[in-house]
């Protein structure tokens, strides 16, 4: 498998919300990242500033923004912490009220990344910054680990140049509202 047919786990999530705006994200990558980001994602990403710079711990036992990836699945990614002792896989998220099916597969990708790269991982967890709670997530079955294969396989078999369903409450949200070729509306944020 090429590098380049690898997947980014960042992207499932949005898969879900709407394939279309995988496409117009490759499209923009290379544009201005800020020009694009609305005000949700903004906040999102600003909780993951302390991970990105390293800063969250020094104590040796937790590994803190590891680039992973796994072959099997052909996905690239990184993940938050994982601390050693618990062995534990942990997602920080800024705010969390619910926890969506997208952000399951993306930690189940992200632990299939550390099975393969030969870590232990026992437990999966997302933790909400806003409100302090850790929301433990089941280990993927093996049915589980199928679903997300052929999720996968969804992802990269989709043609941006068939039509897709819309929906018009998605759209008024999405950060790719005023890019975006099939629809005409105006975006919430702007
Ligand atoms: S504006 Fe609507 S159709 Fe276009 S990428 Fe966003 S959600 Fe998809």
């Known amino acids: 498998m090429a590098m380049n047919d690898y997947i980014l786990i960042s ?3 949005d898969f879900i ?10 499209v923009y990558i290379g544009g201005e ?8 994602q903004t906040q999102g990403k600003a909780s993951h500033a302390t991970i990105d710079n390293k800063t ?12 992973v ?11 938050d912490i994982y601390k050693g002792k618990e062995k534990l896989l942990l997602e920080r998220k800024y705010k969390l009220e619910k926890i969506y099916q997208g952000q399951i597969y993306q930690l189940w990708a992200q632990y299939f990344c550390m099975l393969e790269m030969g870590y232990d991982v026992e437990k999966l967890a997302f933790y909400a910054i806003l409100t302090n709670k850790t929301f433990f997530i089941d280990i993927p079955t093996k049915e589980n680990k199928i679903e997300l294969a052929n999720f996968i396989l969804k ?3 989709f043609n941006p140049e068939l ?3 819309i929906n018009e409450n998605k759209c008024r949200h999405c950060i790719y509202c005023n890019l975006c070729d099939k629809i005409e509306m105006e975006n919430v944020y702007t």
């Not at 969250?56 to 680039?67: M, P, V």
């Not at 990836?69 to 993940?79: D, Q």
């Open 69 to 79: 990836c796994c072959n099997e699945f052909g996905i690239v990614g990184k993940i």
């Open 56 to 67: 969250y711990s020094s104590l040796k036992d937790e590994i803190t923004n590891l680039s």
């Open 155 to 157: 992802f990269k078999q």
């Open 17 to 26: 919300f709407c394939p279309y705006s995988i496409y117009l994200h490759n």
């Open 163 to 165: 039509p897709i369903h």
């Open 11 to 13: 992207t499932l999530n």
């Open 33 to 40: 990242e800020d020009l694009i980001h609305a005000v949700p």
